[in-house]
């Protein structure tokens, strides 16, 4: 039973546009939405996380959007850059077991 | 380096043989779990462990796979009689926190790519 619904699955993105990736869940009994950054060889990394009381959190380029009668999150990346190039990950989290979107990988062209 | 450590970072097996993966978590942190991530997908949740207690392995095939985590030492994550099947990255995290005190990021380590001949 897939948890939660990432998309695109890859994405390509001229230097300094907007990368804007989404994801979709159904069950109501999460109440932690992290992002996570995979390079090629790596473990994810944490990028940035939102409880579904707030609506928007942004941290330097990076907002993840939250719409939570549409059960819908996304990802917003700025001034995307080629050392934004990576997998990501969206993730649901309910009393510590995290359910992952399938990931998307971003390529930023210079 | 205070992250998580997995080793070995590759690892090759025959079918049949046994695969074992290890897993020190982040100082000070009590709570382990495992997923696996195969090619173009995203990770799935194994199982959940504490020192010396198995939480939650929901996601554990129920045949060849165990889990544990003593008190002393790394988490091991062994796979019985491998088979091909079984070829994917496997990915371990750690939290300081679990159970009722839910929202905590886990931090992963760079993983184990099992390779299975």
């Known amino acids: 039973q897939q948890q939660v619904k990432q998309s695109p699955q890859s994405l390509i993105v001229q230097k300094g546009g907007i990368s804007i990736i989404n994801c979709a869940y159904e069950?109501?009994?999460?109440?932690?939405f992290p992002w996570y950054q995979q390079f090629p060889g790596k473990g994810p990394a944490l990028l940035i996380a939102i409880r579904p009381d707030v609506s928007e959190k942004k941290e330097g380029r990076f907002t993840i959007s939250f719409n939570k009668s549409a059960k819908q999150f996304s990802l917003h990346i700025m001034d995307s850059q080629p050392g934004d190039s990576a997998t990501y990950l969206c993730?649901?989290?309910?009393?510590?077991?995290?359910?992952f979107g399938s990931g998307t990988k971003l390529n930023v062209k210079p | 380096n205070a992250g998580v450590m997995q080793n070995p970072r590759h690892l090759v097996r025959r079918r049949g043989q046994e695969a074992r993966l290890r897993c020190s978590p982040m100082k000070g942190h009590s709570h382990v779990y495992w997923y696996r991530q195969l090619p173009e997908e995203g990770l799935k949740f194994m199982v959940y462990l504490q020192k010396e207690n198995i939480i939650d392995e929901s996601g554990m095939p129920k045949e060849r796979f165990s889990a544990e985590f003593p008190k002393e030492g790394p988490s091991i994550l062994r796979i019985q009689q491998v088979v091909r099947g079984d070829s994917a990255a496997y990915f371990c995290a750690s939290s300081p926190l679990g159970g009722l005190y839910s929202n905590q990021p886990q931090h992963f380590g760079d993983g184990t790519r099992l390779s299975i001949l």
């Open positions: 993730a649901l989290e309910n009393f510590n077991k995290f359910y």
């Open positions: 069950n109501t009994a999460f109440d932690y």
